[in-house]
């Protein structure tokens, strides 16, 4: 099968929104290809570390917020 890994990125980044704190960290629990693929994309700051969350570039919270709403709001 394949997947769309756009789209799986974009569920992951809409995901991550929901565990927002501190203005735009939010917590690290996705597959790292993924967030690799996020920071690729200018979505997020640096994943490696030993941290336990991820900060999201302005741009990253602005289509991780679309993306929710896109993705997960009811019609």
């Known amino acids: ?7 799986l990125d974009a569920a992951a980044l809409a995901i991550l929104s929901l565990t927002l704190h501190d203005g735009r960290r939010v917590w690290k629990g996705v ?3 993924i967030t690799g693929r996020l920071f690729e994309k200018g979505l997020i700051e640096n994943p490696a570390g030993r941290a336990k969350s991820l900060i999201l570039t302005e741009a990253g919270l602005a289509e991780a ?9 009811k019609r």
């Not at 099968?1 to 789209?7: G, I, N, R, V, Y």
Request: proline residues 0%; aromatic residues 10%.
């Open 1 to 7: 099968m394949d997947l769309d890994t756009d789209k």
């Open 31 to 33: 597959d790292w290809a």
């Open 65 to 73: 917020q679309a993306a929710l709403a896109e993705l997960f709001s």
